[in-house]
């Protein structure tokens, strides 16, 4: 189990060392001491490991993520799990803006609140919030679930393509081209699978849950929003 | 870009350490600000003087300036030396006489007045710009830092930050307003002087005032989020008081910490890391558009 101390390693020596891993490696669980806020922790990384960082992060950590399973046990700065294509980064703090930004597959977990435009641009990824999140959160979604069990801030969904909203606490306000839907029994189900990889088996009631999504309006040009242009 | 640090003490013990806090803080930011540096310390205050941080060219003889300033206002004038700068203590009822001295020396510009605060600013890393300034040797009960990278003027030490158009108040900025002429303007016919094109400068003068006008601080916070347009992130200093302030777009990043001893505020989280006791600290990302104060008791 390779640990390594950021105060003493850099981080450009941390992800080198995680990128140089064979396929067939056995140092599938690294632990990593005083982050100190640096950017870029565990980004680029493309094997089934278990990376845990012990501290607050700075910007796009666990970025571009393929296979691994990465936990940070403090906040994260902007752009965590950013362009994430597989695997799981879960944040035992907060999140700052633009978690899970981009995200093409793969599952997020925020403990905490995550800040502004959580989600921004989602592909496919998969977020739960346990707090709430900013506004903007699911700036044109394209595909995937963001689940938060909290709050909402302002303009969620803005110019929404698809992507499936679910929260459970008050939404400040809906985006354009965004709307509450109804949740039938396959929502239901999918809710229950994502609380469920976010370790909330059971504890959580998908009755209070309300689901939001795009009404499809901004899809194509319509010559009737002329003026809007 | 642009970094911020804040510190803002709660447990008066580290008030030695505070110059030291705050250059650490710096330091971290110069990857977001490395043409050049400023800060506000809050220092201690001496019943009935007024201090004039005054800068100066390089190698400028401050000599006559002193002089002048004794000749003006009598003798109960101190000062202390830092690079570029000085410190000047005098008689708080001499201000209009001191200033009228001041005003015969062309090279010698006026950074910022106050009971308690003192400012510093110059071009350079922001390594640098401390150590010319001995800030690691400063005390006080709060101080304000800016780490700078010129986006909308003209890398000057005029254009360094903290901005301060007012006794003991200061501003610095992270980010960029779009309507500063317009407001500038309505400013200037309230009587309020600018001393450069900035646009974090009106923002400092806004704050002024709402101030002058009766406003709280925390007032004076509120209205601007209403009048200023564009993205700030702003750290602000009074002679008892310190804020926090995003617009409500929020796209300037900001985190804060908090314990007993100490309310810190920085750009990054990178700011905070070396402050005593940060891994036991309460770290949260400031909300937009809320005002957030605290103030000396």
């Not at chain 1, 891993?21 to 922790?41: C, D, K, M, Y």
């Not at chain 2, 004039?52 to 000599?63: A, H």
Request: net charge negative; glycine share 12%.
């Amino acid at each position: 189990m390779p640990d390594i101390d950021l105060a003493r390693s850099s981080v450009r020596e941390l992800n080198a060392g995680l990128h140089a891993l064979s396929a067939e490696t056995n140092e599938t669980h690294w632990r990593v001491f005083n982050p100190r806020g640096q950017h870029a922790i565990a980004a680029g990384l493309d094997r089934p490991l278990l990376v845990e960082i012990d501290g607050h992060v700075g910007y796009y950590c666990a970025g571009m993520n393929k296979q691994a399973t990465i936990i940070v046990k403090g906040n994260a700065g902007q752009g965590i799990a950013e362009n994430m294509m597989s695997g799981k980064v879960w944040v035992k703090g907060d999140a700052s803006q633009a978690a899970g930004a981009t995200g093409c597959g793969g599952m997020l977990v925020i403990d905490g609140n995550a800040s502004a435009r959580c989600g921004i641009s989602m592909k496919g990824i998969d977020i739960v919030v346990k707090g709430s999140v900013g506004h903007l959160s699911a700036f044109m979604a394209q595909a995937g679930n963001l689940v938060v069990l909290g709050d909402s801030g302002e303009a969620l969904g803005d110019s929404i393509y698809e992507a499936r909203l679910y929260v459970r606490g008050k939404v400040h306000s809906l985006g354009a081209d965004c709307v509450e839907k109804t949740m039938e029994d396959r929502h239901k189900a999918d809710l229950r699978r994502l609380l469920d990889a976010a370790g909330l088996n059971g504890e959580v009631d998908i009755g209070e849950f309300r689901r939001y999504g795009s009404a499809r309006k901004l899809y194509h040009f319509h010559i009737d929003n002329v003026g809007s242009y | 870009m642009c970094g911020i640090a804040g510190l803002f003490l709660k447990d008066r013990t580290l008030a030695d350490d505070l110059g030291a806090l705050l250059a650490g803080m710096l330091t971290p930011l110069s990857d977001r600000g490395p043409d050049s540096a400023g800060f506000a310390v809050y220092g201690s205050e001496t019943p009935g003087d007024l201090k004039f941080t005054l800068r100066g060219p390089e190698e400028f003889d401050f000599d006559p300036v002193l002089k002048s300033l004794r000749a003006a206002v009598g003798e109960k004038v101190t000062h202390r030396d830092y690079a570029t700068h000085i410190v000047v203590s005098l008689p708080a009822d001499r201000e209009a006489l001191a200033r009228q001295a001041l005003a015969a020396f062309a090279k010698v510009a006026i950074v910022g007045t106050g009971r308690r605060m003192e400012i510093f600013k110059e071009v350079g890393l922001p390594d640098d710009v401390s150590r010319r300034f001995r800030l690691h040797h400063m005390s006080g009960t709060h101080a304000i830092g800016h780490t700078r990278m010129a986006t909308e003027s003209e890398v000057t030490t005029e254009g360094a930050h903290p901005f301060t158009t007012g006794a003991d108040q200061c501003l610095v900025h992270n980010g960029s307003l779009s309507n500063h002429n317009a407001l500038r303007r309505e400013l200037i016919k309230q009587g309020l002087t600018f001393q450069t094109k900035n646009d974090s400068e009106v923002a400092a003068g806004f704050i002024t005032s709402k101030l002058r006008g009766g406003a709280s601080l925390e007032e004076a916070m509120e209205s601007s989020l209403g009048a200023l347009d564009g993205f700030y992130t702003f750290v602000i200093g009074t002679k008892s008081g310190f804020g926090v302030l995003r617009d409500a777009i929020a796209c300037k990043p900001a985190v804060m910490a908090e314990t007993d001893r100490w309310v810190a505020f920085g750009t990054e989280y990178r700011a905070l890391v070396d402050l005593p006791g940060i891994a036991s600290a309460r770290v949260w990302e400031p909300e937009p558009a809320r005002v957030y104060r605290w103030e000396l008791h």
